[in-house]
């Protein structure tokens, strides 16, 4: 009996993604933007919020280790493709361009998570809130937060754009990369 109120679940969540992917493309939007946002209002944060339990009807607990392994292996399936179809050869000869680009991308949000987190210690993760983080860990959290990319999410966007196959996307795609790793 999980089998099909896993599927059931799917197709759920397909419908959702879909739908709200044409409402982001209708507001010149991504439609991976969309199906963010669908992914939320299925969440907890949604969904889960309404009375009824209608998150448990829609995605019982017995199930959702089932709907983690099937979301990963499409998201690993997916950049697998990009990967694949990435041509390296738009990005001969800018690799220093691209080293720079990553490397910028990730010092100046490192650094000014850090220095957020000094104004934010305090109220959020001090001794008096009842964590007492050390401020050390909380700043690189917060900057290391701050620096990183979606980069499944980018992908989809030059995907969706027709631009992973151009000069400037397939740089893009190759400093978000290295910006991940």
Do not use: W
């Not at 599927?7 to 939007?29: E, P, S, T």
């Not at 990553?102 to 100046?108: A, C, G, P, R, T």
């Not at 027709?162 to 991940?180: E, K, P």
């Amino acid at each position: 009996h999980v089998i099909p109120r896993v599927f059931v679940a799917i197709a759920v969540v397909i419908v959702v993604a879909r739908l709200m992917g044409a409402a982001a493309r209708k507001l010149r939007q991504p439609p991976v933007v969309g199906e963010i946002i669908g992914g939320i209002a299925l969440g907890p944060t949604l969904l889960g919020a309404l009375p009824g339990g209608i998150d448990e009807i829609l995605f019982p607990t017995d199930i959702r280790p089932y709907l983690t392994v099937i979301a990963n292996l499409g998201l690993i399936i997916f950049m697998f493709i990009v990967g694949l179809e990435l041509d390296t050869t738009l990005i001969r000869g800018k690799e220093r361009v691209a080293g720079v680009i990553s490397l910028s991308s990730i010092i100046l949000p490192m650094v000014m998570g850090l220095a957020l987190s000094t104004l934010l210690y305090d109220r959020y993760a001090g001794p008096g809130t009842g964590d007492g983080i050390p401020a050390l860990p909380f700043g690189l959290f917060l900057g290391s937060a701050m620096s990183i990319t979606a980069f499944p999410v980018l992908a989809r966007i030059l995907v969706d754009r027709g631009m992973y196959r151009t000069a400037l996307g397939s740089l893009v795609l190759a400093c978000a990369a290295v910006d991940d790793i």
